[in-house]
């Protein structure tokens, strides 16, 4: 298992909403939703694959 470190957010309204959403219809945690969105934007603006 891999060390992670902590962060809080805000999202607004839509976003927890959709967020919420497909956690629940893809059985993941949010959290997890999270990260991979996280760093598949990140991937995309630096431009690595």
């Known amino acids: 298992m891999c060390s992670m470190g902590a962060d809080s957010l805000r999202l607004p ?3 927890e909403r959709m967020l919420r959403q497909d956690a629940s219809l893809s059985g ?6 999270i ?8 991937r995309g603006v630096m431009g690595m694959v």
């Open 28 to 33: 993941q945690p949010r959290s997890q939703l």
């Open 13 to 15: 309204e839509d976003l």
């Open 35 to 42: 990260r991979e969105a996280l760093e598949q934007a990140l």
